[in-house]
């Protein structure tokens, strides 16, 4: 079976007083390196789920720059963003820390 390539890794979120994610701290696929942390708002991070890219929840690994612990993947779906297996009711990314 085929890896998935990832093109991001969601490491914390920030809601608004409406449920509505407001901004995401997550890491970004260039070429064959990885961004630092990068700060995406909503609309950016909407715009990456309808080109299709494939972001996921996790954590860089400590010590090793490229590796990361991840989790669900995340979709756009009804106008909200979940992880896998959520209801989309509201935005929701299960796991994430906020910050």
């Known amino acids: 079976m085929a890896r998935i390539k990832i093109d991001g890794v969601i ?16 890491y970004q696929r260039r070429g064959v390196v990885w961004t630092d942390r990068i700060l995406f708002d ?3 991070l909407v715009e ?10 996790g954590s860089r690994r400590e ?4 590796v990361f612990k991840t ?14 297996g959520q ?3 509201r935005d929701l ?6 910050f």
């Not at 010590?63 to 490229?66: A, L, M, T, Y």
């Not at 756009?76 to 992880?83: R, S, V």
């Not at 990314?93 to 906020?98: F, I, M, P």
């Open 11 to 26: 490491e914390a979120v920030r809601y608004n007083s409406d449920g509505l994610i407001s901004v995401v701290r997550m």
């Open 93 to 98: 990314l299960a796991g994430v820390s906020l």
């Open 87 to 89: 209801a989309a009711l």
């Open 63 to 66: 010590s090793f720059g490229s």
């Open 48 to 57: 990456q789920l309808k080109n299709r890219k494939c972001l996921v929840t």
């Open 42 to 44: 909503r609309s950016d």
């Open 71 to 84: 989790g669900s993947t995340v979709h756009y779906t009804d106008d909200h963003i979940i992880t896998e």
